[in-house]
């Protein structure tokens, strides 16, 4: 599969590069790589709260890979399985969602390396079964939120006049695509089927092991569902760091459009919208290597649309592109070192 991947990686970037270019030329170098240098020594700053955003699903994941019994009156089940230290440290969850990250940036692979990335940077720690339970959950929580970001940004979009009909059909897409996505979940909430088995040989490998037992799986099936049972005050802890995740994110983009000549006048609406529309590109093409091309024609063309102009949005995206470059060299550091 290695060649393959090489030289689907490689097409991508050929793709995404032209389309870079074209979108760049389109706007106007001059102007975008005035608005790139005017950020200046600012970007530090950038950087940093993009780091923040990446504690904060740091801070989400170890409160979901908490031992149940800390919560629960109830004694969790007790498997050899579960038998490895039960503490996950900040600066080993830290450290997994940035090479995690770095991997899913890096590979076509998107979610399927990001995850059993973290999965097997803290198994030192965890045991595979609190880990497995944790990352899909942390993960449903941030989906959710994403969920709630993309609807609240489809509305505000919808408040803007004069919104071209290919974009209005996109986020009607959004829209049904949530629907569909909250449907789904309320399915899996009621009838709590048995998934994981049919992922039962993945998790032998991230386990290290000839065979998972089968009660170890129903483990991990367990601790999932079990997040219905969870105290308020847990889930709301979890939902307050995704939620900052979001916060965090809106900053970045306020930030940077306040540093550009073009979009010094850019509202912190204009920056939800912005991060919103971005979001969405982040998932719907996270197959594609750091959505090279994508980021910023997508960027370019919601700036025009509420009224700040392409440059501004082409040029946000580079920003952050360049702050995605800046924390993988650290995720892939914290890879080479496991």
Not at 26 to 37: F, K, Q
Not at 265 to 290: C, H, M, Q, W
């Amino acid at each position: 599969m290695r060649p393959k991947f090489s030289l689907l990686n490689i097409l991508v970037a050929i793709i995404g590069a032209a389309l870079l270019v074209f979108t760049i030329r389109r706007v106007g170098w001059a102007e975008v790589v005035s608005g790139v240098t005017s950020v200046g020594w600012w970007f530090v700053l950038v950087v940093i709260l993009g780091a923040v955003r990446m504690a904060c699903r740091a801070r989400a994941w170890m409160i979901c890979a908490q031992d149940p019994a800390q919560h629960s009156s109830t004694p969790a089940l007790q498997h050899p399985s579960t038998s490895a230290p039960q503490h996950l440290r900040f600066r080993d969850a830290f450290g997994a969602m940035l090479a995690a990250d770095a991997l899913g940036n890096l590979t076509p692979l998107g979610l399927l390396a990001s995850e059993p990335t973290k999965i097997m940077l803290t198994r030192s720690r965890i045991s595979t079964v609190t880990s497995v339970a944790s990352v899909t959950t942390e993960n449903a929580f941030y989906t959710a939120s994403v969920a709630v970001v993309l609807l609240a940004g489809t509305w505000f979009f919808f408040q803007r006049a004069g919104v071209p009909p290919a974009l209005e059909q996109l986020a009607e897409v959004i829209v049904i695509a949530i629907a569909i996505a909250a449907v789904i979940g309320l399915w899996l909430a009621r009838s709590q089927p048995a998934l994981l088995s049919r992922f039962a040989p993945l998790i032998t490998r991230l386990a290290g092991r000839t065979a998972v037992p089968a009660d170890a799986l129903r483990e991990v099936e367990s601790r999932i569902y079990g997040v219905l049972r969870w105290p308020l005050g847990r889930l709301a802890h979890v939902g307050a760091w995704e939620a900052v995740f979001h916060v965090a994110a809106v900053a970045e983009v306020w930030l940077v459009l306040h540093l550009l000549p073009m979009a010094a006048n850019a509202t912190l609406v204009d920056a939800f919208l912005l991060e919103s529309a971005g979001r969405f590109v982040t998932i719907a093409f996270k197959f594609i290597p750091y959505r090279l091309g994508i980021d910023e024609a997508g960027s370019g063309a919601v700036a025009q649309v509420i009224g700040i102009g392409p440059a501004a949005g082409v040029t946000l995206a580079l920003v952050r592109r360049l702050r995605i470059l800046v924390l993988n060299v650290f995720g892939l550091i914290r890879l080479a070192r496991a």
